[in-house]
């Protein structure tokens, strides 16, 4: 059995990421709309009949926006931790609302869900460990500087999408004011081109075969800066932008395999890869 991977898509303007086998998955964070979601998804040959769960990895808007309709529309379990669901303002049917715990794996269906802290400026912010017959999918975006639990759960990824969200000379002399540069640099804010490439640099795990970089500032960065950043040190690991435009091919990774790869890519959803 294979399990599959797409980003729906990925940057301010909306999260959502898709990871499952071939009966169950989840997404993690769902901020663009029930009807994006189930457009792209149905683009993508998904089936959103196959989620069975939603985790939400904090309350700002761009992770959240789509769940409420999507949870209640599709009676999908939400799991999202008491405090922040608390600043969600989100208004879901009690019988769909699930809590977690960092470090308590979650099992939806032969998958795991395991969550865990993150430097970011929401009230409980988590990342997230997707596991399947070996094959570890990590989600990290939203992060201020790669702590020691991002650094941890990084080193096991065999796919992750991580965020590099800001080459740091566009910040500096881009158009944003300065308590804004302030915010997105700060230790609770987002990691920079600059700090994603050290995590992996450092931390990559022998058998990581994919790496998403993710949550891209639509101002503060671009595509072409940051894949030619981590070219360099690529090796033999897939670089793929997650376009906050639209959403990726499917990617699968069968069990046993070390290599992912492109899935289903219907017309409009290639992406630039170095190789």
């Known amino acids: ?5 797409a980003s729906l898509n990925s940057g301010s303007n909306g999260n959502c990421y898709y990871i499952g086998n071939d009966t169950d998955a989840v997404l993690i964070d769902a901020g ?5 979601t189930e457009k792209r998804m149905k683009r993508l ?16 808007g761009d992770h959240i926006n789509g769940a409420e309709t999507l949870a209640n529309k599709h009676r999908l379990p939400l799991f999202i931790t008491a405090a922040t669901l608390a600043h969600s303002r989100l208004r879901i049917s009690t019988d769909l609302v699930n809590s977690f715990a960092a470090y308590t794996p979650v099992n939806i269906g032969d998958m795991s869900v395991l969550a865990f802290p993150k430097l970011h400026d929401a009230i409980d912010p988590h990342s997230f460990l997707i596991s399947y017959n070996g094959i570890n999918v990590g989600v990290f975006t939203d992060i201020g500087s790669a702590c020691s639990h991002v650094v941890n759960n990084f080193s096991q990824c065999q796919i992750a999408f991580l965020e590099a969200n ?6 500096e002399n881009g158009r944003y004011p300065t308590h804004l540069k302030r915010r997105i ?11 994603a490439l050290e995590l992996f640099i450092k931390h990559k795990p022998p058998g990581l075969s994919l790496l998403y970089l993710s949550h891209l500032s639509k ?8 894949l030619e950043l981590f070219a360099e040190h690529a090796d033999d690991t897939d670089i793929v932008i997650a376009s906050r435009y639209k959403e990726t091919p499917v990617y699968h990774m069968p069990t046993g395999s070390v290599e992912a790869e492109v899935y289903y890519s219907p017309a409009g959803t290639a992406q630039m890869s170095l190789f």
Request: hydrophobic share 35%; proline share 2%.
């Open 219 to 226: 101002d503060n960065n671009s595509p072409h800066i940051a």
């Open 1 to 5: 059995m294979s399990l599959f991977i």
């Open 45 to 60: 040959g998904l089936d959103i009949n196959k989620v069975k769960a939603i985790f939400i990895s904090h309350e700002h």
């Open 166 to 171: 800001y080459d740091e000379d566009m910040l």
């Open 185 to 195: 640099s700060g230790d609770k804010g987002h990691l920079s081109n600059r700090q």
């Open 32 to 36: 663009i709309s029930c009807r994006e």
